[in-house]
């Protein structure tokens, strides 16, 4: 015994001994082993004390425990002891514990079936394990699905997964998701067809291939073996199925508690739809083959919903419906077949009685005669050389024989099923590589076994050795490829039990030969089995008590075979007569089953019109002879070939092995069975396995993981610059024996056991470092307490002496104080008595002081204000006197002054009307006019003051008469009132009559009355005091009501305010959701036009390969460079035809669901451009009226627009206050009764609609006026321009009525005469006469324009009205409403109201806007053209007839200064090298370096701005289409390169804001110079582009951030989790074999440094290129997101990571990564939250995980983890070393308990591929388009700046 050995056998060590109940038993030495004991001293885990007895020959001790760190490891070889009882309770913990139910053997993934559904098959776990090592990850069926297809891809060399296990243990759904991984990682559009076809045939191939054995309710009783087909690139193309030894026996029988194949009780339940009803079919129990098992119904299973299932399965495999009926009339039959009763005739015959029904329903259901049947299934024909005999059948034998016809029927059904599934999984496509699924029936043992078991047996002996080798050839290539010396390991071969089977003269080989004997039985097959093999093989065996039995030794266990029925089995024979009646069906289906497979017809195809029929034929030919050996070839010797078959594939290709355990055999969920677990573990060869890998050097450590493991046990003096020399001088010190450890190139293998000895080295040393620490650390306390404790008596003594001596001094002080305060108090008293007297007599004397001054005041008061009033009344007479005669004097000079006006009026209108009196007039009219001329030139400065006087009496006198019209209003209702009141003063007198009758009477009864209210009032005295006592209470209760419902407010309050923001909240989110369902659309778009490019490219590449049409690279690229949209668009149409075909492959489903998306956007497009045409011709026709007005009014227009905008928005602000007052009245009363009449909310709704109609009212006012004033502004510009003649003048003198307007008349006529119209000619009175005419067109014109604009004016305050009605029916129904839905409602109301208001103000705002620009501009031109006029007529002033005759030359007018403009010109042909130019062959790299951020943006901008300038839509068009589409491709090209795709997010975004600041909207000018608004665009409304470019910029950004994923994603694993940031921290723990080296690929090791740097680089290019703020905001929070995600769901998969040391290195991480945002001011962009959930599953890790409040602290702790998430953390938690504990089962029940109320998603992993939805916040840029300079560098020299 060596020392090691003897060093781990001492007191405290745990070993395994046998059980007989858990098989395997821990246990603990009491005492110390030493060498030559014959027992041990053992306590048991339940206290029991017992002595294990060593066996006395081998001395073999037992199984030595693993240290507990290594308990529950992901793959068995990597613990310390390999054998039995370690493997056992290793999945045993990792099961019931832990609740995994994979772990690695080595190479094999052991797969232990749960009974439950769990959450580990989602698509977020196959993304998780998609292109992961194979070590890296938890044991997974993902994992292994993904090394193969690794594999596959990087070898290229075909794969096989081998499923196996007994019935029950879930191959067949461990198959199934191995292939669905398949189909989901091998990245085709069209194999999710094939994986629905595959996974398709599963129901089919359930239904007549599964049933319910004692086992399983599902068992496969058939083996497949599933070849799924690849292209070169790695896609799913296809696939193949083979089966293997299908169970026909069950078609026949059943045993207890067992079913026949699904499908006949998925007939037999359905039998009642009227489509089956042809098969007469009726309840399973009612047909032979479908009751002998007792238990026709399994629990929990519809049969008819399974056939439902079966039926929709066989049509997605293209088996139409008519053979589907024909496949399911043949099953039918079977049924009937198996009813058909045989009776007796004699001894030697049998018959079958006439008209049987079930016969009858065969015979009509496959097609043949009845008579024929019963003939055959009674009678055999015998063939001799000569002659043919028919012979007889006893009943036994005709039975048999109807039963082996059955069996025959179904098998070549299920055969012709198979071949069709294979059919409709064939496709065209080349198949490059393959990856086959096996899924075959492990090692079976049972009571009685028979043929059935033998072949299962013998299918395992050959895949067992063939996985032997397996094992064997790996474990061999890693010795030699780390180059250490190694030896053939013994492992069991079992070449002989193989031989003993299928050899010559063995088991099959004799079995074959007696089934060719005439006379040959089981008996006879027996005997000749002793005779050869009894005494020749050791693996033969007899048993004792039986003679038709054998043994043979499996490499699992000894199985007994019963030898009944192997002949009859192994012949499958069947009578030939029955073939040739089946064959001369009239039923096509049945015909097709029993011919060659050549001659199968599809069934998608058309049925054959011949049912095939053959002549019997009796002479014997050569096709017949060798048919007929083929058809007597014996079902062993079918399966041995088709087993040979599969070995050979299997042995082509790279296997992988699954192996799935039973855990029990009452199908409980996590309930683990040892003795059932042990067999199968024996049964399947991973115990094999485990024995393998202990011979040799099962243990592998790298160099660096044994230092940073061991580098406990090492000194100082033995670490060495070289680890490597470090860890084998090491070694050699600590294990002597050097055969326990050998030294490769990069790892350290050892020996079974070595691991755990050097574990209780390295622990037994950090025990006595524990033990050092706490020893120092107690004397450390202790010493500690010692001070803290002299300490404090020190200062208690301090404290009492200075307490001792602080009463003294307090005594002394008392003592004084005393007498001073006597001494006080006595002089206090006597002063007090002194002042009282003193206070008394001053009293005295000034109250009689007082008195008489009072008296004195009044007298002289009272004179003073008799003076006062005689002073005011004499005034008053005065005035009076006075302000009558002033009155008398006015009037009588008005009198006057009008009677002499009158007779003037008179005089002129007379003289006017004389027309010869005119002409005399006329004749002096020219010395008349010079003379007024000068006169004019005098008052024309007159003019102008007296002008602006009337302005303002105008002004006086319209407010003057509008308070007069107020005050005559008023005046009226106080005559209206005094009239009632008079009314009234009648009525009160008869009232005042009747009252004083009354009061007669009534005094007379106040008599009496009064008599008896003295008694009453006595009475009611008592009452009130009574009443008062009471009223007193009722107040207080009235005051706790009150206290009461103040607080019911407050809480309603309250809980209004919570129910806003939790509103508020959902909105938000519902606005997030819509967002990112809204931008998710647009990636599947964009996905979708890629996937179309690229198949439009291919097509186009197939046609360009043609003869005649092959281009150079060069051509092409150039070709490429110059992509623009209109070629773009041009090659789709060429290329549509041939891309039909390749895009038929695309999801149909998407593709047409965006079609339809697509076709409706186009047509709201095409609505809303029609309406937009609309309103632009709409525009344009008001705009050409507005001109022709314009001319005549501008002025008057726009004061009447302004007036109006602010009418508008002051009404807009009212209402709005308004509506605040609303809320917070309907917000303030949340009662039942705050809608009722006189209730505060009515009250404030009354007052706001009495204010609105009173504000109706104003307004209508104020528009009458404004029409007057417009009117009378507007006659006055028209008298100014056109008064010309004195007939004008007289007509309108008539209506002068003023003095001043007769004087302004006056003024107008002398500005006309003085034009340089008037200085030419004498007028004539014709001329005067037109001209009249003409002024009188013009006011009938501009009246008409005014009556129009009365209209409009009454529509608008009609719609006024209409809103004010609407809005008192919206308010009347609200106060119906309860309070919490009347504010909703307000609420939703008033916010569509004031959005439309808005919306409508916005648009004539916009309008107006325009109109002013366009209007300001063509003012500077009309000026300045007058000012040079004006110049040139100072400059040459001659004569008025030559500066009339002079002619106007044309002036240029230049649009502004000759300054920039900040605007681009360009030719129509230089736009393809503008786009070029700018975008494709642009390098970002320098324009961020060397230029300002958004250059192309800008310059874009510009050139657009200069297309509006000269209102091209063509031009703006074709732009901002070319951009976008060159944009796309830039991207597509280089959308890799992440400094490409940052670039143009930037300039997107940029050129997305420049369209925003520079649209013209209000919204977007706040924050403009004036400059910059000047450069607004004027003629074109870009807002439907600027969602196109939003929509680019979206997925820009989506593109951005997989580029940095696909950057990132390989970095997060390696340095969040794998890199140990805090050296020495973390622990290593040994990994077995798991980490194969064909899995691991050579990668750079990636740290946090890394992690940040990247960051850095992708912050500091974003921040180079310009882009926004906010933008990057979002970016890194997307960033931080994918780091969070991705490192906790590493963590959730990998058991090695869930650690204490582990948690602390991710909190190290999340610090390092907020210490980045700190430095860079980004920790308000919400990055930080969501790191949270790995935050909170770092802080699980390494918080105490014991008692229930540990429980409640992580409850509280982990909000931001789901529940399955907690779970699975404390699952998969594990110690690194032997001081830390594992979390108990009852803790994780205790925290699944507290968080079952949680209402979440039960995903388990976080969603990688999830977006943030983006905003783009406007960012207006200050930079001034003027000043920016194009560099030449960019080769924009075509560019023209304007």
Known sequence: MNRELEYMFLESARVWIPDAEDVWKSAELTKDYKNGDASLQLMLEDGTNIEHTLDPKTKNLPYLRNPDILVGENDLTALSYLHEPAVLHNLKVRFIDSKLIYTYCGIVLVAINPYETLQIYGTDIINAYSGQNMGDMDPHIFAVAEEAYKQMARDERNQSIIVSGESGAGKTVSAKYAMRYFATVSGSASEANVEEKVLASNPIMEAIGNAKTTRNDNSSRFGKYIEIGFDHRYRIIGANMRTYLLEKSRVIFQADEERNYHVFYQLCASSHL??????????????????????????????????????NAFTLLGINESYQMGLFQVLAAILHLGNVEIKDRDSDSSLIAPNNNHLTA???????????????????????????????????QATNARDALSKHIYAKLFNWIVEHVNKALIT?????????????????????????????NYANEKLQQQFNMHVFKLEQEEYMKEQIPWTLIDFYDNQPCINLIEAKMGILDLLDEECKMPRGSDDTWAQKLYNTHLKTCSLFEKPRMSNRAFIIQHFADKVEYQCDGFLEKNKDTVNEEQIKVLKASKFDLLVELFQDEEKATSPTGQVPGTGGRTRLSIKPNKSRETSSKEHKKTVGCQFRNSLQMLMETLNATTPHYVRCIKPNDFKLAFTFDPKRAVQQLRACGVLETIRISAAGFPSRWTYQEFFSRYRVLMKQKDVLPDKKLTCRNVLEKLVQDQDKYQFGKTKIFFRAGQVAYLEKLRADKLRVACIRIQKTIRCWLARKKYLRQRSAAITIQRFTRGYQARCLAKFMRRTNA???????????????????????????????????????YQGLLREHKVVVIQKIVRGWLARCWYKRCLYSIVYLQCCIRRMRARRELKKLKIEARSVEHFKKLNKGMENKIMQLQRRIDEQTKENRSVNEKLNSLESSYSAESERMRSEVNRLR???????????QVSSLQEELERLRRELSTTQQEKKTIEDWAQTYRNEMEKMVSELKDQNGLLKKEKDDLNRSIQEQSQQMTEKMARAIAEETQQLETDLNEERSRYQNLLTEHLRLEEKYDDLKERTLA???SKPGHRRTDSTHSSNESEYTYNSEYAELEEGSRAAEDVTRGIDTSLTLKLQKRLTELEQEKQSLRNELENKEEQFQRARARDDVAFKKARGAELEYESLKRQELESENKKLKHNLAEMRQSLLGDAATHAGAPGSPAYKVLLDQLNSSCEELDVRKEEVLILRSQLVSQKEAMHHKETMTEPSVYVEDVSKLKDADEIKQAYVGLKDTNRSPRFMRKPLEVNDLLSRLRLLEHQLQTQRRSHDNEVESLRGELQNVKEDNNRQQQLLAQNLQLPPEARIEASLQHEITRLTNENLDLMEQLEKQDRTIRKLKKQLKVYSKRIGEMGAGQTEGQTSPGQMVDEPIHPVNIPRREKDFQGMLEYKKEDELKLVKNLILELKPRGVAVNLIPGLPAYVLFMCLRHADYVNDDQKVRTLLTSTINSIKKILKKRGDDFETVSFWLSNTCRFLHCLKQYSGDEAFMKHNTSRQNEHCLSNFDLAEYRQVISDLAIQIYQQLIKCMENILQPMIVSGMLEHETIQGVSGVKPTGLRKRTSSIADEGTYTLDSILRQLSAFHSTMCQHGTDPELIKQVVKQQFYI????????LLLRKDMCSWSKGMQIRYNVSQLEEWLRDKGLMMCGAKETLEPLIQAAQLLQVKKKTDEDAEAICSMCQGLTTAQIVKVLNLYTPVNEFEERVSVSFIRTIQTRLRDRCESPQLLMDTKMIYPVTFPFNPSSLALETIQIPGSLNLGFLTRV
Not at 282 to 302: E, H
Request: proline residues 2%.
């Open 274 to 311: 009227p489509e089956f009803k042809t098969l007469r079919l009726s309840s399973a129990n009612n047909f032979l083959y479908t009751r002998q098992g007792r238990s026709p119904v399994i629990y929990g299973v519809d049969d008819t919903k399974e056939l439902c299932t079966t039926r």
């Open 362 to 396: 065969f015979c009509e259901l496959v097609g043949v005669t009845y008579q024929d049947m019963s003939q055959w299934l009674c009678h055999r024909k015998l063939k001799t050389a000569t002659e043919t005999y028919i012979k007889p059948l006893p009943r036994l």
């Open 428 to 456: 065209n496509v080349k198949q490059h590589s393959f990856i086959g699924v096996l899924d075959i029936y492990g090692f079976e043992t049972f009571e009685i076994n028979s043929f059935e078991q033998f072949c299962i």
């Open 818 to 856: 005393a007498t001073t305060i006597q001494k006080y108090q006595r002089m206090c008293v006597e002063r007090k008595r002194y002042r009282q007297k003193q206070a008394a007599a001053l009293a005295m004397q000034t109250i009689l002081r007082g008195y008489m001054a009072r008296l004195k």
């Open 973 to 983: 209702g106080v005559d209206e009132e005094a009239k009632n009141k008079t009314k």
């Open 1102 to 1104: 197939s046609n360009v």
């Open 1683 to 1690: 780091i969070g995600a991705v490192t906790l769901n590493n």
